[in-house]
Protein backbone atom coordinates (compact mmCIF):
# COMPACT_ATOMS: atom_id res chain seq x y z
CA UNK A 1 0.00 0.00 0.00
CA UNK A 2 1.55 3.19 -1.23
CA UNK A 3 2.17 5.98 1.03
CA UNK A 4 -0.55 8.13 -1.58
CA UNK A 5 -3.02 5.66 -0.71
CA UNK A 6 -2.79 5.78 2.89
CA UNK A 7 -2.71 9.58 2.68
CA UNK A 8 -6.14 9.29 1.31
CA UNK A 9 -7.88 6.75 3.94
CA UNK A 10 -6.85 9.18 6.56
CA UNK A 11 -8.23 11.84 4.44
CA UNK A 12 -11.26 10.12 3.62
CA UNK A 13 -11.60 9.31 7.03
CA UNK A 14 -11.33 11.64 9.10
CA UNK A 15 -12.86 14.19 7.15
CA UNK A 16 -16.21 11.19 7.35
CA UNK A 17 -16.23 11.85 11.21
CA UNK A 18 -16.68 15.40 10.59
CA UNK A 19 -19.82 14.31 8.31
CA UNK A 20 -21.17 12.43 10.92
CA UNK A 21 -20.65 14.33 13.53
CA UNK A 22 -22.61 17.45 11.71
CA UNK A 23 -23.93 16.53 8.95
CA UNK A 24 -22.04 18.44 6.66
CA UNK A 25 -21.86 17.92 2.96
CA UNK A 26 -18.34 16.14 2.88
CA UNK A 27 -17.67 17.63 -0.66
CA UNK A 28 -16.79 21.22 0.67
CA UNK A 29 -13.55 19.76 2.92
CA UNK A 30 -12.77 16.28 0.63
CA UNK A 31 -12.31 18.35 -2.35
CA UNK A 32 -10.05 20.76 -1.30
CA UNK A 33 -8.01 17.80 0.75
CA UNK A 34 -7.71 16.00 -2.59
CA UNK A 35 -6.58 18.62 -4.05
CA UNK A 36 -3.67 19.68 -1.49
CA UNK A 37 -2.44 15.95 -1.57
CA UNK A 38 -2.21 16.68 -5.22
CA UNK A 39 -5.04 15.06 -7.11
CA UNK A 40 -5.80 17.30 -9.85
CA UNK A 41 -8.87 19.83 -9.40
CA UNK A 42 -10.52 18.33 -12.04
CA UNK A 43 -10.36 14.89 -11.28
CA UNK A 44 -10.77 15.68 -7.60
CA UNK A 45 -14.06 16.67 -8.19
CA UNK A 46 -15.09 13.47 -10.21
CA UNK A 47 -13.95 11.22 -7.57
CA UNK A 48 -15.72 13.14 -5.19
CA UNK A 49 -19.06 13.15 -6.61
CA UNK A 50 -18.80 9.43 -7.62
CA UNK A 51 -17.95 8.99 -4.17
CA UNK A 52 -20.55 10.76 -2.29
CA UNK A 53 -23.43 9.81 -4.81
CA UNK A 54 -22.76 6.03 -2.79
CA UNK A 55 -22.29 7.68 0.47
CA UNK A 56 -25.44 9.84 0.20
CA UNK A 57 -27.72 7.12 -1.17
CA UNK A 58 -27.52 5.03 1.91
CA UNK A 59 -28.27 8.26 3.96
CA UNK A 60 -31.07 8.96 2.05
CA UNK A 61 -32.53 5.35 1.65
CA UNK A 62 -32.73 5.40 5.87
CA UNK A 63 -34.22 8.76 5.62
CA UNK A 64 -36.35 7.37 2.79
CA UNK A 65 -37.86 4.50 4.80
CA UNK A 66 -38.74 6.52 8.15
CA UNK A 67 -40.97 8.99 6.21
CA UNK A 68 -38.48 12.22 7.25
CA UNK A 69 -37.81 13.99 3.60
CA UNK A 70 -40.73 16.22 2.62
CA UNK A 71 -41.87 14.84 -1.00
CA UNK A 72 -42.79 17.94 -2.76
CA UNK A 73 -39.56 19.75 -1.53
CA UNK A 74 -37.60 17.45 -2.79
CA UNK A 75 -39.25 16.62 -5.94
CA UNK A 76 -38.87 20.77 -6.71
CA UNK A 77 -35.29 20.86 -5.93
CA UNK A 78 -34.75 17.62 -7.64
CA UNK A 79 -35.95 19.43 -11.20
CA UNK A 80 -33.54 22.26 -10.82
CA UNK A 81 -31.10 21.05 -9.55
CA UNK A 82 -30.29 17.79 -11.62
CA UNK A 83 -30.04 19.36 -15.27
CA UNK A 84 -27.64 21.98 -13.98
CA UNK A 85 -25.65 19.23 -12.28
CA UNK A 86 -25.39 16.84 -15.38
CA UNK A 87 -24.04 20.30 -17.39
CA UNK A 88 -21.41 20.82 -15.16
CA UNK A 89 -18.67 18.71 -16.21
CA UNK A 90 -19.69 20.04 -20.09
CA UNK A 91 -18.96 23.45 -18.43
CA UNK A 92 -15.40 22.86 -17.61
CA UNK A 93 -14.83 21.04 -20.74
CA UNK A 94 -15.46 23.92 -22.79
CA UNK A 95 -13.52 26.03 -20.86
CA UNK A 96 -10.32 24.86 -22.61
CA UNK A 97 -7.51 22.94 -22.17
CA UNK A 98 -6.52 20.96 -19.11
CA UNK A 99 -4.68 23.69 -17.52
CA UNK A 100 -7.03 25.76 -18.15
CA UNK A 101 -9.71 23.63 -16.80
CA UNK A 102 -7.63 23.09 -13.52
CA UNK A 103 -7.22 26.75 -13.01
CA UNK A 104 -11.23 27.10 -13.53
CA UNK A 105 -12.21 24.52 -11.26
CA UNK A 106 -9.56 25.48 -8.29
CA UNK A 107 -11.23 29.33 -8.85
CA UNK A 108 -14.24 27.85 -8.49
CA UNK A 109 -13.80 25.95 -5.62
CA UNK A 110 -12.53 28.80 -3.92
CA UNK A 111 -14.90 30.68 -4.57
CA UNK A 112 -18.13 28.23 -3.79
CA UNK A 113 -15.87 27.49 -0.47
CA UNK A 114 -16.34 31.52 0.48
CA UNK A 115 -19.74 31.07 -0.32
CA UNK A 116 -19.99 27.72 1.70
CA UNK A 117 -18.36 29.47 4.79
CA UNK A 118 -20.70 32.44 4.81
CA UNK A 119 -23.89 30.47 4.18
CA UNK A 120 -23.18 27.64 7.13
CA UNK A 121 -21.82 30.31 9.17
CA UNK A 122 -25.32 31.89 8.85
CA UNK A 123 -26.81 28.75 9.28
CA UNK A 124 -25.72 28.47 12.56
CA UNK A 125 -26.78 32.28 13.46
CA UNK A 126 -30.40 30.65 12.08
CA UNK A 127 -30.49 27.73 14.17
CA UNK A 128 -29.50 29.35 17.38
CA UNK A 129 -32.24 32.03 16.81
CA UNK A 130 -35.03 29.20 16.12
CA UNK A 131 -34.58 28.24 19.72
CA UNK A 132 -34.03 25.03 21.43
CA UNK A 133 -38.30 24.32 20.99
CA UNK A 134 -38.27 25.73 17.42
CA UNK A 135 -35.60 23.79 15.60
CA UNK A 136 -37.86 20.95 16.26
CA UNK A 137 -39.83 22.14 13.71
CA UNK A 138 -43.93 20.74 13.51
CA UNK A 139 -46.07 22.52 11.06
CA UNK A 140 -46.29 21.36 7.56
CA UNK A 141 -44.76 24.58 5.63
CA UNK A 142 -46.30 25.56 2.40
CA UNK A 143 -44.43 24.50 -0.54
CA UNK A 144 -43.06 27.36 -2.60
CA UNK A 145 -42.26 25.84 -5.97
CA UNK A 146 -40.52 28.80 -7.98
CA UNK A 147 -37.99 29.58 -5.57
CA UNK A 148 -37.50 25.99 -4.39
CA UNK A 149 -36.80 25.21 -8.31
CA UNK A 150 -34.03 28.11 -8.62
CA UNK A 151 -32.51 27.07 -5.50
CA UNK A 152 -32.17 23.65 -6.86
CA UNK A 153 -30.82 25.24 -10.21
CA UNK A 154 -28.34 27.37 -8.43
CA UNK A 155 -27.21 24.43 -6.22
CA UNK A 156 -26.83 21.70 -9.12
CA UNK A 157 -24.47 24.20 -10.81
CA UNK A 158 -22.57 24.39 -7.43
CA UNK A 159 -22.22 20.74 -7.33
CA UNK A 160 -21.88 19.71 -10.99
CA UNK A 161 -18.98 22.32 -11.27
CA UNK A 162 -16.81 22.15 -7.47
CA UNK A 163 -18.74 18.98 -5.57
CA UNK A 164 -19.80 21.94 -3.26
CA UNK A 165 -22.90 22.74 -1.81
CA UNK A 166 -25.74 20.23 -1.83
CA UNK A 167 -25.15 20.07 2.15
CA UNK A 168 -24.07 23.87 2.62
CA UNK A 169 -25.51 26.14 0.39
CA UNK A 170 -28.67 23.85 -0.17
CA UNK A 171 -29.31 23.25 3.10
CA UNK A 172 -29.02 26.95 3.99
CA UNK A 173 -31.38 27.71 1.40
CA UNK A 174 -34.14 25.31 2.41
CA UNK A 175 -33.75 26.58 6.26
CA UNK A 176 -34.75 29.83 5.09
CA UNK A 177 -37.98 29.20 2.78
CA UNK A 178 -39.23 26.44 5.36
CA UNK A 179 -38.36 27.58 8.83
CA UNK A 180 -40.83 25.26 10.16
CA UNK A 181 -39.58 22.08 8.73
CA UNK A 182 -38.36 20.10 11.56
CA UNK A 183 -34.34 19.09 11.61
CA UNK A 184 -35.13 15.56 11.02
CA UNK A 185 -37.17 16.00 7.71
CA UNK A 186 -34.69 18.78 6.91
CA UNK A 187 -31.77 16.26 6.77
CA UNK A 188 -33.56 13.92 4.91
CA UNK A 189 -34.84 16.03 1.90
CA UNK A 190 -31.65 17.69 1.60
CA UNK A 191 -30.05 13.41 1.27
CA UNK A 192 -32.96 12.14 -1.10
CA UNK A 193 -32.77 15.50 -3.14
CA UNK A 194 -29.19 15.28 -3.37
CA UNK A 195 -29.11 11.47 -4.16
CA UNK A 196 -30.36 12.07 -7.94
CA UNK A 197 -28.06 15.67 -7.81
CA UNK A 198 -24.75 14.15 -7.41
CA UNK A 199 -25.46 11.32 -9.23
CA UNK A 200 -26.27 13.30 -12.35
CA UNK A 201 -23.09 15.54 -11.38
CA UNK A 202 -21.39 12.08 -11.44
CA UNK A 203 -22.18 10.56 -14.66
CA UNK A 204 -21.43 13.80 -16.77
CA UNK A 205 -17.23 13.96 -14.87
CA UNK A 206 -17.46 10.34 -15.52
CA UNK A 207 -17.99 11.06 -19.12
CA UNK A 208 -16.02 13.71 -19.51
CA UNK A 209 -12.91 13.31 -16.95
CA UNK A 210 -13.59 9.14 -15.63
CA UNK A 211 -12.47 8.39 -12.76
CA UNK A 212 -9.27 7.38 -10.72
CA UNK A 213 -9.71 4.03 -9.22
CA UNK A 214 -6.63 4.59 -6.76
CA UNK A 215 -8.24 7.62 -5.62
CA UNK A 216 -12.13 6.43 -5.72
CA UNK A 217 -11.91 3.31 -3.53
CA UNK A 218 -9.84 4.48 -0.60
CA UNK A 219 -12.48 7.88 -0.54
CA UNK A 220 -15.15 5.14 -0.17
CA UNK A 221 -13.16 2.78 2.63
CA UNK A 222 -12.11 5.74 4.43
CA UNK A 223 -14.93 7.53 4.16
CA UNK A 224 -17.85 5.18 5.17
CA UNK A 225 -16.58 4.03 8.24
CA UNK A 226 -15.24 7.98 9.28
CA UNK A 227 -19.12 8.21 8.98
CA UNK A 228 -20.29 5.97 10.90
CA UNK A 229 -18.05 6.68 13.77
CA UNK A 230 -19.01 10.67 13.56
CA UNK A 231 -22.28 9.64 13.55
CA UNK A 232 -21.78 7.42 16.69
CA UNK A 233 -20.12 9.90 18.68
CA UNK A 234 -21.98 13.20 17.79
CA UNK A 235 -23.84 13.26 20.88
CA UNK A 236 -20.94 13.46 23.28
CA UNK A 237 -18.58 15.80 20.99
CA UNK A 238 -19.76 19.83 21.65
CA UNK A 239 -20.97 20.64 18.14
CA UNK A 240 -20.40 24.59 18.44
CA UNK A 241 -16.54 24.58 18.80
CA UNK A 242 -16.53 22.08 15.79
CA UNK A 243 -18.98 24.00 13.15
CA UNK A 244 -17.16 27.20 14.06
CA UNK A 245 -14.01 26.13 13.32
CA UNK A 246 -15.48 24.41 10.32
CA UNK A 247 -16.47 28.04 9.01
CA UNK A 248 -12.59 28.97 9.58
CA UNK A 249 -11.47 26.25 7.79
CA UNK A 250 -13.67 26.59 5.11
CA UNK A 251 -13.28 30.13 4.39
CA UNK A 252 -9.37 29.80 4.77
CA UNK A 253 -8.69 27.14 2.10
CA UNK A 254 -11.39 28.85 0.06
CA UNK A 255 -8.97 31.73 -0.13
CA UNK A 256 -5.87 29.60 -0.62
CA UNK A 257 -7.24 28.21 -3.97
CA UNK A 258 -8.26 31.68 -4.85
CA UNK A 259 -4.09 32.08 -4.73
CA UNK A 260 -4.22 34.83 -1.45
CA UNK A 261 -0.97 34.82 -0.15
CA UNK A 262 -0.51 32.32 2.98
CA UNK A 263 0.46 35.27 5.18
CA UNK A 264 -2.82 37.33 4.77
CA UNK A 265 -4.78 33.40 4.98
CA UNK A 266 -2.88 33.12 8.26
CA UNK A 267 -3.79 36.91 9.30
CA UNK A 268 -7.51 36.11 8.32
CA UNK A 269 -7.43 33.11 10.18
CA UNK A 270 -6.60 34.45 13.60
CA UNK A 271 -9.01 37.48 12.73
CA UNK A 272 -11.71 35.04 12.01
CA UNK A 273 -11.36 33.27 15.28
CA UNK A 274 -10.89 36.34 17.57
CA UNK A 275 -13.86 38.25 16.18
CA UNK A 276 -15.79 34.88 15.75
CA UNK A 277 -15.40 33.55 18.89
CA UNK A 278 -17.09 37.21 20.11
CA UNK A 279 -19.48 37.45 18.16
CA UNK A 280 -20.99 34.28 18.10
CA UNK A 281 -20.76 34.35 22.42
CA UNK A 282 -22.82 37.75 22.33
CA UNK A 283 -25.77 36.30 19.56
CA UNK A 284 -25.62 33.64 21.74
CA UNK A 285 -25.67 35.85 24.89
CA UNK A 286 -28.92 37.74 23.28
CA UNK A 287 -31.01 35.09 22.36
CA UNK A 288 -30.69 33.00 25.44
CA UNK A 289 -31.67 35.74 26.89
CA UNK A 290 -34.98 36.34 24.30
CA UNK A 291 -35.61 32.17 25.03
CA UNK A 292 -35.39 33.03 29.10
CA UNK A 293 -37.85 36.16 29.01
Not at 250 to 269: H, I, K, Q, S
Request: glycine share 14%.
Amino acid sequence: MSSDVVALLIAAFGIGIVVGLTGMGGGALMTPALIVLGVPPTSAVANDLVAAAVNKSVGAAVHWSEGSPHRAVAGWLMLGSVPTAFAGAFIVRAVGGEDAQDDFVKTAIGVTLLVAASTYAFRLLLELRRGPDLTKGSAEPTVRPLLTFLVGVVGGLCVGLTSVGSGTVMMVALLVLYPTLGGVRLVGTDLVQAVPLVVAAAASHVIVTGVDWSVLIPLILGGTPGTYLGARIANRVPQSIIRRGIVIVLALTGLGLLGVPPLWVAAAGVVGIVAGTLAWRAWRARHLHLWIS
